[in-house]
């Protein structure tokens, strides 16, 4: 959510164009890219950050965009298509990693997912109740909860399908299973069964973009001091969070979000930015 002028701290409080709370890389790209356009940002730390990702779907470029954009080198791995799944829902619950993993008698029970009927789908929107529904628990656990783990860094599998697995929920009211929706989206889009792995992990992306802020003279602020600072514009939804988990869909955001803060903070010539920041001092 972005608010306007945010006062704090008395007349004499340093003055920024923008502040970001957050500090994963969709909320550094915001700043980055606010910075850019030459205004005077600061960056305060979130106060209940998410673990950083381990990997990344390549169903959407943001990531490796951003990768490429900063010099940050990255591995794209691809996988069978019948050996692929979604988020952890395997396309065919016969695969050997997939019994090798669960077991006999759980790898039936995702079988069963493609002789339910589709009005026992009904319109979930919450993916982890969807998967428990279509799955049954212990495949959740098995299968879907570590992949939450390592693509968006969540201990748990409850997040907006929409969030988690764009299209899935239209996927599978078109063929009728979870399963299925998932080889469905996999056949649409085979960059979901491509993972980007960012050379030297995904803290290599953060130290990069950290640089990069450092060079536009981003203010970086503990988040004790957000009260002793005054901004024309706060954003304190930039970051990934449980309810927006995933960081392509975060970068997206952070891009658009910077162009429509730079229309509102050039709208009214009376009130001039602060910046721009002079880089050579």
Same mark, same amino acid.
Request: hydrophobic share 40%.
């Given at each position: 959510m972005s608010h306007d002028v945010t006062s704090a701290g008395g007349d004499h409080a340093p003055e920024f164009d923008v502040l970001v709370v957050?500090? *994963? &890389?969709?909320?550094?790209l915001l700043a980055l890219e606010c910075a850019k356009f030459g205004f005077r940002v600061a960056v305060a730390d979130h106060p209940r950050p998410l673990p950083l990702p381990a990997e990344f779907v390549h169903s959407s470029s943001h990531v490796t965009e951003l990768c490429d954009e900063?010099?940050?080198? %990255?591995?794209i791995e691809r996988r069978e298509i019948f050996e692929s799944e979604v988020v952890g829902i395997p396309t065919n619950a016969f695969a050997p990693q997939v019994r090798t993993r669960v077991g006999w008698a759980t790898t039936w029970r995702i079988y069963l997912d493609r002789l339910m009927p589709l009005l026992s789908i009904g319109n979930e929107p919450d993916f982890g109740t969807l998967v +428990?529904? +279509?799955?049954?628990?212990?495949?959740?656990? /098995?299968?879907?909860? $570590?992949?939450?783990? @390592?693509?968006? &860094?969540?201990?748990?599998?409850?997040?907006?399908? *929409?969030?988690?697995? $764009?299209g899935l929920s239209q996927a599978v009211s078109r063929v009728g299973s #979870?399963? &299925?929706? /998932? #080889?469905?989206? @996999?056949v649409e889009n085979p960059g979901w069964r491509e993972r980007v792995t960012i050379? &030297?992990?995904? @803290?290599?992306?953060?130290? =990069? #973009?950290?640089? +990069?802020?450092? %060079?536009?003279?981003?203010? =970086?602020l503990a988040n004790e001091s957000l009260h002793t600072v005054r901004a024309q514009f706060v954003v304190d939804d930039a970051s990934c969070t449980p309810e927006h988990p995933s960081w392509a869909k975060q970068i997206q955001r952070? +891009? @658009?979000r910077a162009h429509d803060l730079r229309r509102a903070l050039l709208r009214d010539p009376e009130k001039p930015p602060i910046g721009p920041v002079d880089l050579e001092q």
């Amino acid at each position: 959510m972005s608010h306007d002028v945010t006062s704090a701290g008395g007349d004499h409080a340093p003055e920024f164009d923008v502040l970001v709370v957050g500090d *994963d &890389g969709p909320a550094l790209l915001l700043a980055l890219e606010c910075a850019k356009f030459g205004f005077r940002v600061a960056v305060a730390d979130h106060p209940r950050p998410l673990p950083l990702p381990a990997e990344f779907v390549h169903s959407s470029s943001h990531v490796t965009e951003l990768c490429d954009e900063l010099g940050v080198g %990255y591995v794209i791995e691809r996988r069978e298509i019948f050996e692929s799944e979604v988020v952890g829902i395997p396309t065919n619950a016969f695969a050997p990693q997939v019994r090798t993993r669960v077991g006999w008698a759980t790898t039936w029970r995702i079988y069963l997912d493609r002789l339910m009927p589709l009005l026992s789908i009904g319109n979930e929107p919450d993916f982890g109740t969807l998967v +428990r529904k +279509r799955l049954g628990r212990s495949a959740t656990e /098995a299968l879907v909860r $570590p992949e939450m783990k @390592i693509l968006f &860094g969540l201990d748990a599998v409850n997040a907006p399908i *929409d969030e988690v697995a $764009p299209g899935l929920s239209q996927a599978v009211s078109r063929v009728g299973s #979870l399963t &299925g929706g /998932a #080889l469905e989206l @996999i056949v649409e889009n085979p960059g979901w069964r491509e993972r980007v792995t960012i050379v &030297g992990g995904t @803290i290599a992306l953060m130290t =990069r #973009l950290t640089e +990069r802020l450092s %060079y536009f003279a981003v203010t =970086r602020l503990a988040n004790e001091s957000l009260h002793t600072v005054r901004a024309q514009f706060v954003v304190d939804d930039a970051s990934c969070t449980p309810e927006h988990p995933s960081w392509a869909k975060q970068i997206q955001r952070a +891009r @658009i979000r910077a162009h429509d803060l730079r229309r509102a903070l050039l709208r009214d010539p009376e009130k001039p930015p602060i910046g721009p920041v002079d880089l050579e001092q």
